[in-house]
C-alpha cells in the first residue's frame, strides 16, 4: 500500500509543466470562413506547416475578429515566426496550440472544433518488391519530438 | 514441548480448513476458464475474401495489372462494359461461358475493355464507433472517392469483411464517384500483447464484377484521411495505412480465372498505457503483495499468515476470469495471462512456505521462518519480473 501510494504520488508529481516554444511556420492556406452582415471578415483559416519539424505536420486553426484581422495580409507560402504554448489538458493528456503568427496573436475558443492537426510520417507499403500502398505513423517519434517537443501528447 | 505440539495440531486443523476451502474456489474458478478458453477456436475469417484468402495470392496492384492491360481492343470510344456478352459456350468449359481471347477465360474478363483504368481511391473516415473487442466488430462512417483520368466501369463495390448499412452517392460520373458509406465491419483482433495490445480495424473494399483487365485500384495517400476530431473511446490512433493487392478466389466455377483488385484500408489503435496498468497490472501486483504480509507473521499466528495468503489465490482467479470474460476466447497466451500465471506461482509459493511449518520438526520453525521470510519475496520478485516482461 505504502509503494502503491507512493508511486501513486509520483504519478501525479511527474505531471510535466507548460511550457511556451518559438519557431517558424509555412503558410500553406490562408481562407476567410465567415463575415459579418457588412462583409467584413470575421473568422480566417490558416494551414499551417513546419519547416523545420521532420515528417509531415499540417495544422489547421481558425482565429477569432482580431486574429482575422490581423491575418488579411498572410499570403500562401509566408515563413513566419511563432509562438507555441503547450501543457497538460484536463482530459489527461497533453496538447498545444499556437498562440501567435507573425505578428498576429491568437487565443482559441475552447468550443473551436475546426482547428486541428495532423501529425505523421509517411512510408511506402511494398508487397514483394512492389508499391501497393502508403503507411503513415501517426504517433510522434522520438526525432520528432527532440525537435518539436510541443507535438508531445502524453 | 507438549502444549507447542497441541497448537501446532489445531492450528494445522484450522488452517488446512481455510486453505481447503480457498483451493475449491479457486479450482473451481479455474475450471471455469479452462472450460472458456477451450471454446478458443481460430480467428474468425474476414468475411466473403478473407474465407477465400488461403488459396489467394496477393502482390501488389501495380504488378499485377501490368499484364491485362495488354488487351488488344483499341481505346477510343466507349468499350462494351457487358462482360458476358461476347462470352461463349464451348465444349469443355462445364457450361460455363468463357473469352477465348484475351489473357482470362473468365466470363467476367472483358478482354475489349482496352487500357487499365487506374482508380484512385481516397477515403475520409468521419467516424468509428462501437468496437467490440470480443467480436472484432465496429461501426465506419466514411467517405470514399473514386478519380481515373480514364472512363469507369459502372462500380459495384462490395465490402469483403463487412456491410454497408447505409449507401450515399454524392457523386457518379465516368471520371470520378463519391460515396458516403455507414456500415458495420470485422477485424479479428490480436491480443497477445494484451493489456498493451494494438489493433487494426480495416475496411476492405472490393469490385464485385470488374476485374484487373478493367480496373486497377490505387490508394490515394493525399486523399485519406481522419476527420478533425477523429477519436476511438478508450484507444489511441498510431497509424493509418492503405495498400491495394489482387486475389482470386478459388474456383467458384469453371475457368474462374480472374484476378480482382482489392483496396484495403487500415486505421491502428492501441489501448491507453495508463488505463492497461491500473486496470490489470496495479489489481494483481497489489494480490501478490498483500498475500506477501503474511511472510512476517510468525508462526504463533500461523491461521493468520495462511488467511493472508490462500484467500488470495481465490482473488486471484476471480481477477483473471473478470479478465478473461471481458476478451474473446483466443488459443493463446495474452500478456495479462502471463502477469496471472505469474501471480499464482508466487501464491502457490507463499502457501509452500506455509506448509513447510508443518513438516519439520519444532525446533526448527523458526530458521523456517526466517528462510521463508527471505526467500519467498525474492523468489517473487523475480517471478513478477518475469512474468511482466516475457
Known sequence: MIILAAASALAVGCEKKAHNYETKVTLKGVEVVAHDKAGTPQII?????????????LETLQGNADFTKCAL???????????????????????????????????RDPRDARSYEVVQECTDVNVNGVKAGFHCDRKPNKELLDKCPWFARQ | MGWLRRVQAVVRVRTLIVQLLSLVIAILLGGLLIAKRSGADAPPPKGKGASAAASSSAAAAASGSAAASSSAAPD???????????????????????????????????????KVADVRVGIVINDITNYDIHTGSYVADFYLSLTSEKDMP??????????PDEKQVIADKPTFKLYRFTGTFTTPPDLRKYPFDRQQLTIQVEENTEGIDQIR??????????EAGFEVIGWDVVHIEAVSI???????????DLYYGRYEFRLGIERYGTSAVFTVYVPAIIIVLISLMGMWVPFENVD????????????????????????????????????MIGVYFSLFLNMLSTWWFFVVKPGSIETVF???????PVATVILMVIACVV
Request: charged letters at 25%; a negative charge.
Open chain 1, 45 to 57: 483559416e490558416v494551414n499551417v506547416e513546419y519547416p523545420d519539424c521532420p515528417g509531415e505536420q
Open chain 1, 73 to 107: 495580409k498572410f499570403k500562401v507560402g509566408d515563413v513566419l515566426p511563432a509562438s507555441i504554448e503547450w501543457g497538460p489538458t484536463d482530459f489527461g493528456h497533453y496538447d498545444s496550440e499556437i498562440t501567435r503568427i507573425g505578428e498576429c496573436s491568437r487565443t
Open chain 2, 76 to 114: 477510343n470510344g466507349k468499350p462494351p462494359e457487358d462482360q458476358m456478352e461476347d462470352a461463349v459456350l464451348v465444349g469443355d468449359a462445364g457450361g460455363v461461358p468463357i473469352h477465348e481471347q484475351g489473357e482470362f477465360r473468365s466470363p467476367f474478363a472483358n478482354p475489349k475493355w482496352g
Open chain 2, 154 to 163: 459502372s462500380m459495384d463495390l462490395m465490402f469483403p469483411n463487412g456491410k
Open chain 2, 217 to 226: 485500384l490505387v490508394p490515394d495517400q493525399e486523399h485519406t484521411h481522419l
Open chain 2, 246 to 256: 489482387v486475389h482470386n478466389y478459388p474456383d467458384r466455377f469453371d475457368h474462374d
Open chain 2, 304 to 339: 493468520v499468515r495462511a488467511n493472508a495468503g490462500a484467500p488470495m489465490l481465490a482473488a486471484a482467479v476471480l481477477f483473471h476470469f473478470a479478465l478473461i470474460s471481458a476478451l474473446p476466447a483466443v488459443s493463446y497466451l495474452t500478456r495479462a495471462d502471463k502477469l
Open chain 2, 370 to 376: 526466517r528462510i521463508a521470510r527471505t526467500l519467498v
